[in-house]
């Protein structure tokens, strides 16, 4: 059996790249031309096409699904479909965030890996370790916590007490880990360099899914200085839309900054 974690080592030194594509089809962004369930559907299959040589993994907001109804699900179902056959080898992590217990948490599950057949899961760890459990019955599949997320609002709760709470959840995860071998954790990559040292003494053993590089202004640096290549560095909106800023096609427009922020990465870590 190859884990999730396997398997990202193989795609990582086959494509020499750790970019995660966030896939978050807002309409309003999209042209006139791409509306409708075909038309979305056909704006993510360029983007995905266009770059299949560039990304280690796809990341669907599930959200943006969910709120087209039952096509939206449709368009997921198809999503991944496409994914497989473009990029066969790229992971696919579900940014669904969910958090819930026992037997709620097993049908999640369920839904995500065994009905679309994604190899990660973003879960809500907030509720405790017991809701993390259901997800351990997928060995092969990643579980990615979510431990600092970059708003601000997560000052609110994540940074309250004295150790801050995410750092209960990122040892927590750590000794999850430790038995099973299939979490990550979510790192907002807009929070400080301390912010990163502290999850990794406290989980070294965790991969992070690193969300936040570029419209929401999160310094690659920074990450990959404190956290290596054991990481997925996401961009969505910054790829998605590149077409805005660039003015040029839409599928050159992506393959252009996926390769330019791939590269910037490789300088960074040393491929």
Known sequence: MSTFYKRFLARRSNKRTILCVGLDPDPSLLPSAYQGSTGILSFLD??????????????????????MGEPGWGIFASLIS?????APEALIVADAKRGDLGNTAKFYAQTFFDRYD????TVNPYMGIESLQPYDTYPDRGV?????TSNPGAAEFQLRGTPPLYEAVAAAVEARHRLTGNY???AGATREAESFSRIKSLAPNVPLLIPGIGAQGGELGTVLRTCGKDVLINSSRGIMYAYKESGKDIAESAHNAAGKLNGEIQDLVGF
């Open 82 to 86: 496409t994914i497989r056959k473009v």
């Open 46 to 67: 360029l983007i995905v096409r266009a770059t299949a040589d560039q990304a280690c993994a796809y990341k669907p907001n599930v959200a943006f699904f969910e709120a």
């Open 144 to 148: 990615f916590a979510l431990c600092l």
């Open 184 to 186: 990550w954790m979510v």
């Open 118 to 121: 994604c190899d990660g899961l």
